[in-house]
């Protein structure tokens, strides 16, 4: 293994995740080996470690949005496993879990990055986590963060780019012989193309994702996948079919979606505003403004750029109608509940 320090700059670069993807799917996994003077014993006692305080981040990440715990995520990760990676004594096999285990930590630090919309920082430490579960030689692990990088690629405005890593993380799903993760990946692939207008591309992949989705199983669904469930499911085929503007399909997945287990508190702010555009699209005013108004309150509790920035495009979607009363209702009130300004808008892509 290269022991190297987290370096982490700001810039979104374009041709990074490609690289990265080709890297993942072409290149051998580096034999874990020790530096020249190991500090400290690392045991599985410290891989259980690391992964619970994931598991408690995650959770806060979950209920508040990525702003809340990011610096402490950080600190944690840069601190604490950084020096395990690089200076620790461990076996073959506590190595792999601990670069697994790395690697989960990581990837949240990258989504939480993502969730403020540092997109910079969020690509280094997907990168980043992707190479550490290269180390670990975690075909699974590797393909769920190459479908987040899909996911912040359709955000981004990149749906061509995208649809290549989603590509990536299916035949990872596949090396791993995850259905769940080739449902997701298979799903990421059809957003994608909806955002192209590829209606009959996209209605494919939707098909197949649910075929896929249909084999899983929540005994064979690794810790960090089991939020792919029915409502993730039906809020993605929901985007999709809000993409390709068909607001009445859109609409009855994003019902579907709300059917979420408790603690997404993020997840089902994004649903409610997809639901709201939904009946936008299908010029239900008076509904998409009452569920417009539930999604202000819930974004209000949270720290989220992405949460805001999906209630802003709702607010220029509702635009048109503003001479209407209750849409000028919703305006005023939102106006009132956002942030003054938006500092990330230059920098933005598709709404994902």
């Given at each position: 293994?290269?022991?190297?320090?987290?370096?982490?700059?700001?810039?979104?670069?374009?041709?990074?995740?490609?690289?990265?993807?080709?890297?993942?799917?072409?290149?051998?996994?580096?034999?874990?080996?020790?530096?020249?003077?190991?500090?400290?014993?690392?045991?599985?006692?410290?891989?259980?470690?690391?992964?619970?305080?994931?598991?408690?981040?995650?959770?806060?990440?979950?209920?508040?949005?990525?702003?809340?715990?990011?610096?402490?995520?950080?600190?944690?990760?840069?601190?604490?496993?950084?020096?395990?990676?690089?200076?620790?004594?461990?076996?073959?096999?506590?190595?792999?879990?601990?670069?697994?285990?790395?690697?989960?930590?990581?990837?949240?630090?990258?989504?939480?990055?993502?969730?403020?919309e540092?997109?910079?920082?969020?690509?280094?430490?997907?990168?980043?986590?992707l190479?550490?579960?290269?180390?670990?030689?975690?075909?699974?692990?590797?393909?769920?963060?190459?479908?987040?990088?899909s996911?912040?690629?359709?955000?981004?405005?990149?749906?061509?780019?995208?649809?290549?890593?989603?590509r990536?993380?299916?035949?990872?799903?596949?090396?791993?012989?995850?259905?769940?993760?080739?449902?997701?990946?298979?799903?990421?692939?059809?957003?994608?193309?909806?955002?192209?207008?590829?209606?009959?591309?996209?209605?494919?992949a939707?098909?197949?994702?649910?075929?896929?989705?249909?084999?899983?199983?929540?005994?064979?669904?690794?810790?960090?996948?089991?939020?792919?469930?029915?409502?993730?499911?039906?809020?993605?085929?929901?985007?999709?079919?809000?993409?390709?503007?068909?607001?009445?399909?859109?609409?009855?997945?994003?019902?579907?979606?709300?059917?979420?287990?408790?603690?997404?508190?993020?997840?089902?702010?994004?649903?409610?505003?997809?639901?709201?555009?939904?009946?936008?699209?299908?010029?239900?005013?008076?509904?998409?403004?009452?569920?417009?108004?539930?999604?202000?309150?819930?974004?209000?509790?949270?720290?989220?750029?992405?949460?805001?920035?999906?209630?802003?495009?709702?607010?220029?979607?509702m635009?048109?109608?503003?001479?209407?009363?209750?849409?000028?209702?919703?305006?005023?009130?939102?106006?009132?509940?956002?942030?003054?300004?938006?500092?990330?808008?230059?920098?933005?892509?598709h709404?994902?």
């Open positions: 293994m290269e022991r190297r320090r987290f370096i982490i700059d700001s810039v979104f670069a374009a041709g990074a995740y490609a690289t990265s993807a080709i890297r993942w799917l072409t290149a051998p996994p580096a034999p874990i080996t020790l530096p020249a003077r190991p500090a400290r014993h690392v045991g599985r006692s410290d891989v259980d470690a690391i992964r619970e305080v994931t598991q408690t981040f995650l959770r806060l990440d979950n209920l508040f949005g990525g702003g809340r715990a990011r610096p402490t995520v950080v600190r944690y990760l840069h601190d604490e496993v950084g020096p395990l990676l690089h200076d620790g004594r461990y076996s073959e096999a506590v190595g792999r879990e601990l670069f697994t285990a790395a690697a989960e930590l990581t990837r949240l630090a990258g989504w939480m990055a993502y969730d403020l540092q997109h910079g920082l969020a690509q280094r430490y997907l990168i980043q986590a190479r550490l579960a290269r180390e670990a030689d975690d075909h699974a692990l590797g393909g769920e963060i190459l479908a987040g990088m996911h912040q690629a359709v955000y981004v405005g990149r749906a061509d780019d995208a649809l290549d890593l989603a990536a993380a299916h035949e990872s799903a596949a090396k791993a012989g995850l259905p769940a993760l080739a449902a997701e990946s298979l799903i990421m692939q059809a957003h994608a193309l909806a955002v192209g207008k590829e209606a009959a591309a996209c209605g494919a939707l098909n197949a994702a649910q075929r896929a989705f249909e084999r899983s199983s929540a005994a064979h669904t690794p810790p960090w996948l089991r939020y792919f469930d029915e409502a993730y499911m039906a809020a993605k085929f929901g985007h999709c079919f809000r993409e390709l503007g068909q607001g009445s399909k859109a609409e009855k997945f994003a019902r579907r979606s709300l059917d979420m287990v408790d603690g997404y508190v993020r997840g089902r702010a994004f649903n409610v505003v997809l639901l709201a555009n939904a009946q936008l699209q299908q010029q239900n005013l008076d509904e998409a403004c009452a569920v417009g108004n539930q999604a202000l309150d819930l974004g209000s509790g949270l720290q989220s750029a992405r949460t805001i920035r999906y209630i802003r495009d709702l607010r220029r979607r635009s048109k109608y503003n001479n209407e009363s209750v849409v000028n209702d919703f305006q005023s009130r939102a106006h009132e509940l956002l942030p003054a300004s938006d500092p990330h808008a230059s920098s933005r892509g709404a994902a």
